[in-house]
């Protein structure tokens, strides 16, 4: 069997054995759809007392908060292992039978879990996206669509690439570090408005550090077809995803490294 | 005062067994730190972008960060999900042993949540006093710092209204409370409430910065006096009779809460199923 295969047979065990609870799946996917909506409450309140900021719009903010959220909705799916891994594979010494097994210790952990009730969180990132997209009257072609996978493609990484590394420092803490919480769901709060308003040192550690902006800002500014008001070049904009798989590939050097260092928690 | 005693003692055990916690005070604080960052970077763009509805505002700038920095302070004063102790012990069924206690549970679990909360608030408040009243004022930032109250009269009102705070959450948290001994589950209730919490005590956004039409359905609902009308007496956006009725709401909340919990817990309680064995 293929990984692909293998990964598809783990995803299909995970969806069955959730569906024996059809009511709570259900119910899991409203609440998430439901909580995902105050999100944009907060901006729809200011745009509303204010009117703009900086010749934004409350449709542009749906657009990029749709776009990051999406991509953060598709890996949550099928990261739960990487979230989980430090209090439930280290801390237990589960990871042993994890290493023992004749495939992938990173090709396991996707497969620990399909999270079904995660389709709430993507229909609403996808409704805002396509309902903000239709306010600020984006006109949809090939280019574009293409363009829009493109960059969820780099955010999937970028998120994934978060996981990954949240689970490769669980072998030098023992624990999973809750703190990385803050660049998730912080990280969609902070790349759903545009990088202009913020100050400059924390819009560099949103390009160069965690590249948030990469993801997100740039790719976006190419499918409203506006230039930069900070002034990148035209070409960057929608290049910009591809830090989104530099830092996928950097955090499995991290992996790497944790997995090489490994010892065992015992019993 | 001796009819007291168990209570006061189950506060302060809990009290001091939370504040052992010195890695999640630091973790919390972090978070909350990003969080708030974020907040008064896009307050700050709003309020710049468009002078006239600043003008208009019914809260300055200087306020709205002072509230964010406080709300991220006092996050854990909110009862964010039921008491988690309340929530094993249904589970495992130690539920009986409570029961079993010669003292009130309704009292007993109310002081422990208060606890809860309250310890798990002062650290990270204080880290929050430091970091955003002392260091950013020195690293040149003071127009993004939290400041202290305007005024005698704002302390004093800020000083009575947060136990009232702490009083009214800690009525909310036995409503869950009860409704998780009910349930049987605490899964549920905290995805449920914790939304209805973060927008209606204004730790989203501060309440009177809502359109106009619903500030008053804001203030006299009772998430309202868990966070936004203590936050609003310290930054001085409510003063005069407005702070007298502040108050009052919160009052008002607590003491109705508390009747409701007490007749909802005498019913559940009545019927209350035993797991464990």
């Known amino acids: 069997m293929n990984s692909f295969h293998l990964i598809l047979r783990y995803f299909s065990a995970s969806l069955r054995s959730q569906l024996q609870y059809p009511g709570s799946a259900i119910m899991l996917g409203i609440g998430a759809f439901l909580t995902t909506i105050i999100d944009m409450l907060a901006a729809w309140a200011l745009f509303d007392r204010f009117g703009q900021v900086q010749g934004w719009s409350l449709g542009h903010i749906a657009v990029f908060y749709g776009v990051v959220s999406t991509s953060f909705a598709l890996t949550d799916f099928f990261t739960r292992g990487f979230d989980v891994f430090g209090g439930e594979c280290v801390k237990t010494g589960a990871f042993d039978r994890i290493l023992l097994r004749p495939r992938s210790p990173a090709l396991q952990l996707v497969g620990y879990e399909f999270r079904l009730s995660r389709f709430g969180r993507l229909a609403q990132a996808l409704l805002v996206l396509f309902v903000g997209a239709a306010v600020v009257g984006v006109a949809w072609s090939p280019d574009k669509a293409l363009l829009l996978v493109w960059t969820i493609a780099g955010g999937v990484a970028l998120f994934t690439g978060l996981l990954v590394l949240q689970a490769s420092f669980a072998f030098w803490t023992t624990e999973s570090l809750e703190v990385f919480n803050v660049l998730t769901y912080g990280g969609i709060q902070a790349a759903q408005f545009p990088l202009s308003l913020y100050a400059a040192w924390f819009r560099n550690f949103l390009i160069f550090v965690v590249p948030l902006g990469c993801v997100a800002y740039y790719p976006v500014l190419a499918i409203l077809e506006q230039p930069d008001p900070l002034g990148a070049p035209d070409w960057w904009l929608p290049t910009a995803p591809a830090m989104g798989f530099l830092f996928l590939a950097a955090s499995f050097l991290a992996w790497r490294a944790g997995i090489a260092r490994y010892t065992s928690t015992g019993s | ?277």
Request: proline fraction near 6%; charged fraction near 10%; glycine fraction near 6%.
């Open chain 2, 1 to 277: 005062m001796d009819a007291a005693r168990p209570y006061l003692a189950a506060f302060s055990s809990r009290f001091l067994l939370m504040l052992q916690y010195r890695a999640a005070a630091i973790a919390g604080f972090a978070t909350q730190c990003w969080w708030g960052g974020i907040k008064v970077m896009i307050y700050a763009a709003f309020f710049a972008a468009a002078p006239a509805a600043a003008a208009a505002s019914p809260m300055t700038l200087a306020q709205v960060i002072t509230y964010t920095w406080l709300a991220q302070a006092l996050l854990a004063l909110t009862p964010w999900s039921a008491d988690p102790e309340v929530a094993l012990s249904v589970r495992t069924g130690s539920v009986a042993f409570d029961r079993l206690r010669p003292v009130d549970t309704y009292s007993l679990w109310y002081v422990r949540g208060a606890a809860w909360m309250a310890s798990r608030a002062l650290p990270r408040a204080a880290l929050m006093l430091v970091g955003a009243g002392l260091v950013l004022p020195l690293v040149g930032l003071s127009d993004w710092a939290w400041k202290p109250p305007p005024t005698l009269a704002a302390a004093a009102a800020f000083a009575i209204s947060l136990p009232l705070a702490l009083a009214l959450s800690s009525a909310f948290l036995m409503i869950v409370n009860i409704i998780v001994a009910a349930t049987l589950t605490d899964r549920g209730v905290n995805v449920l409430f914790n939304s209805l919490i973060i927008v209606f005590s204004g730790n989203l956004l501060p309440l009177a910065l809502y359109p106009d039409w619903a500030r008053t359905a804001l203030l006299v609902q009772p998430f309202a006096g868990m966070m936004d009308i203590p936050l609003r007496l310290y930054v001085g956006q409510l003063s005069g009779t407005g702070a007298l009725l502040g108050l009052g709401l919160q009052a008002f909340w607590t003491v109705t809460l508390i009747l409701l919990g007490r007749w909802a817990m005498a019913r559940v309680m009545r019927r209350l199923e035993v797991q464990g064995g």
